[in-house]
């Protein structure tokens, strides 16, 4: 089970951070990912963090101002997501990969206006 | 980066007919890497076919996936009510990951 929390409205240029908490699977044997859908829209992948040596990787479209991390004491993987846009309101999902995202969090809305 | 193509953007049918839908990706998808799910309004998407061809977990036999390289295939044998949905393919061997923009089946 994935269980999201964090989200919510943020002014442009504000930070949010986003947690993602395991249960039933330990989060260093998997990649996980971070994906979000803007309203009406399709999916798209933000970042991953995997194997044991949290190997971490992100799209263009957020390299440099989001941030994947996880804590292995607390099973949780989490996004700081900073320099927030417009165009970066989306419901966010946290997601198991393994054999493809056969695990996903509820999702969490960021909303981000002035 | 491979783009993920979907054809067509919608596809209107009744229950109990047959579904097939497509996606192309712009370059060969490494090591069958490749997935479909199922999205319903206001629901997270739902894992249906993994590696092509392969059912996940509680998924029903009427939906299947084939294809190789850089055209792949889900088919709904039969629709039923609750399959009435958007379908999104995706592919998981490159990075970044990417998905394809959606197939909505409505009635």
């Known amino acids: 089970q994935v269980v999201q929390s964090g989200g919510g409205l943020v002014k442009p240029g504000g930070s949010l951070r986003l947690s993602c908490a395991a249960s039933?699977?330990?989060?260093?044997?998997?990649?996980m990912s971070w994906i979000r859908q803007a309203p009406g829209k399709g999916l798209e992948w933000l970042s991953f963090?995997?194997?044991?040596?949290?190997?971490?990787n992100y799209a263009d479209s957020v390299r440099g101002r989001f941030t994947i991390s996880r804590d292995t004491a607390k099973n949780s993987v989490y996004l700081q997501m900073n320099g927030l846009r417009p165009e970066d309101t989306a419901v966010y999902y946290c997601?198991?990969?393994?054999?493809?995202?056969?695990?996903w969090g509820q999702g969490t809305l960021v909303t981000v206006s002035s | 980066e491979i783009v993920l193509t979907q054809s067509p953007g919608t596809l209107s049918l009744s229950p109990g007919e047959g579904a097939t839908l497509s996606c192309r990706a712009s370059?060969?998808?490494?090591?069958?890497?490749f997935a479909w799910y199922q999205q319903k309004p206001g629901q997270t998407p739902r894992l249906l076919i993994y590696?092509?061809?392969s059912r996940a977990t509680g998924v029903p036999d009427r939906f299947s996936g084939s294809g190789s390289g850089t055209e792949f295939t889900l088919t709904i044998s039969r629709l039923d009510p609750e399959d009435f949905a958007v379908y999104y393919c995706?592919?998981?061997?490159?990075?970044?990951?990417?998905f394809g923009p959606g197939t909505k089946v409505d009635i």
């Open positions: 963090i995997g194997d044991s040596a949290g190997h971490t």
């Open positions: 590696g092509i061809s």
């Open positions: 370059q060969p998808v490494v090591s069958n890497y």
């Open positions: 995706e592919q998981y061997g490159s990075i970044p990951r990417t």
């Open positions: 997601a198991r990969e393994y054999s493809a995202y056969d695990h």
């Open positions: 039933g699977f330990t989060l260093t044997e998997y990649y």
